[in-house]
């Protein structure tokens, strides 16, 4: 009886192996054609959406290249997804494009999936908050979006393309220029970039750019000013302007297929001869085989690094403290012999490595690999002010002082109001948490920055800091504002204390950049690392940045401090 029962266990053992093998192997797939997939965001704990493309007869077992597309203000991740394949209805315009659905609308639109142009793609629009531009926490969703891409699809790196219009477009430039050396080649159209995109534009050496624009375009201005810049900076410039035409030139770009048959010329080279690469900040630090390992925050620092033969390379610098090149795998670049390198003027003979570093000294460039203080600015912990709500981030009104229930109320619905994301396309979908400083967990420290509201006498996170924060702000200052963001704990507190950071906003800053955040975000673009203002922001008493030491400058302090209303540590 016992022999029958072991082997009638085993029978069935086996069995439910079987048919787990089985299930697993007729296990549901994706469709192909277009559907909505999602990713888990850290940054408030949200799924956030994306449009995708899969092609017909999808076979999961080969790379596939990849087209990122970014849509426009007003719009989402699945119109995109129909602009990209030349399906997409006008934003709001009064014609309609021949083979929509007669005086259609967005949100009609948006309800369901035409039949698309097969292709042999994938492709990808991310919803990236709504009208919220491509800076910050929407710059993260886009690579977010394409990491979470790369976990369920083989994707061919050598062949990721961007492409996007309007909003989007701005956003194909300022991705594509900050990391030049993630895509194969990028197309714009009708593109409306944040300030500070065009100082970029020698970044584009090893990519080739399609912009796209209507003559007719209130953006053709700008699109005319980055034909001129790219025609001499960019690998390949194709450009095309569409005579009669308005803000609607992505009708005519995307048509037909044809950004795709462009982009199949293209594949990534990571190792070319030379490299251009202009930067403000750690977070945007290397292209191809160059390495920024030091500069100042804010502030220019370029590199033209240059083959200029097998083992020979000329490098010429500005604005710029340390610097690593990468050379393992170039094809100019022979492991078993010396390398002769020319800095700034300077010749150097090296013993050959995968990597040859130089730091900047008193007497100039010297062979060595910099290294960063503890308390050095440096990747992740940089600055500016606009930093601390580019991730992660919660806001923290304080409970102390023993406030009345109408002040306590005060201080939250403040709180609120700064966590409150209102963009001109509407509600930007970010959703921080709103806690008292008695709610903050130690997780907290770990997870995220803190933007905290009050003094030291109001609010107990910036009481517990106290003795390492540079500035505090007199408690009965009450026409007074300071602002200022300062690293802990590898990330950052942005302390607000006295009126808040929007106070009387200022209008939106001129030059070719264009907004879309919310009025109280956007302010804080404006900023360095702190600022402290009288009655509104318009009324500046000092701002600036810390130095690289997180330190003030001397002119900074007297300038603090002769306020009366603030003291330093």
Known sequence: MKKQRSLFSFALALLLILSAGAGEAEAQRLKAGPQDLSFFSSVDDTDQPYALYLPDNFDESRPYPLVVFLHGAWSNHRLGLRR??????????????????????????????????????IAAAPYARGTAGY??????????MIDDLKSRFLIDEERIYLTGLSMGGGGTLWLGLTRPDLWAAIAPVCPAPPEGTEELAGNALNMPVHLFVGDKDFLYPVASAWKAELETKAQRLDYVEYPGVGHNSWEWAYKDGFIFEWFSQFRRDLYPEQVKFSSRWFRY?????????????????????????????????????????????????????????????RSFTVKSADAVSFTRTGSGWANRKFTPGLTAKQPGGEGPISAAVAGSHIYVFGTGGNPSREEMDARRAQAAAAADWMGRGGRIMVFPRVISDQQVRQSDYVTSNLVLFGTRETNAIIEKFADRLPLHL????????????????RHYLLINSGLPWWTQPKQAAGGQGLT??????????????????????????????????????????????????????
């Open 84 to 121: 990209l394949f030349g399906v997409g209805n006008s934003q709001g315009y009064d014609f309609i494009k021949p083979g929509n659905v007669p005086y259609e609308n967005d949100v009609e639109a948006t309800r369901y999936w035409p039949p698309f142009r097969p292709v042999d793609y």
């Open 135 to 144: 800076q910050g926490i929407p710059e993260q969703d886009v690579y977010e």
């Open 285 to 345: 630090n290397k292209a191809y085989w160059v390495k920024f390992d030091d500069l100042v925050p804010g502030e220019m620092a370029t590199i033209d690094a240059k083959f200029t033969g097998n083992n020979r390379i000329e490098v010429q610098t500005t604005g710029l403290g340390a610097f690593t090149l990468n050379l393992e795998g170039h094809p100019m670049f022979d492991a078993s012999r010396k390398i002769t390198l020319t800095v700034d003027g």
């Open 474 to 489: 007199d408690a009965s200052a009450g026409d007074y504002g300071l602002l200022y963001i300062y690293p802990m704990n």
């Open 516 to 569: 879309f955040m919310g009025s109280s975000i956007e302010m804080l673009k404006k900023y360095g690392d702190f600022i402290l203002f009288r009655e509104s922001p318009d009324n500046v008493i000092s701002q600036g940045t810390f130095d690289n030491e997180w330190k003030l400058a001397e002119p900074d302090a007297a300038a603090l401090q002769s306020s009366g209303v603030i003291s330093l540590r």
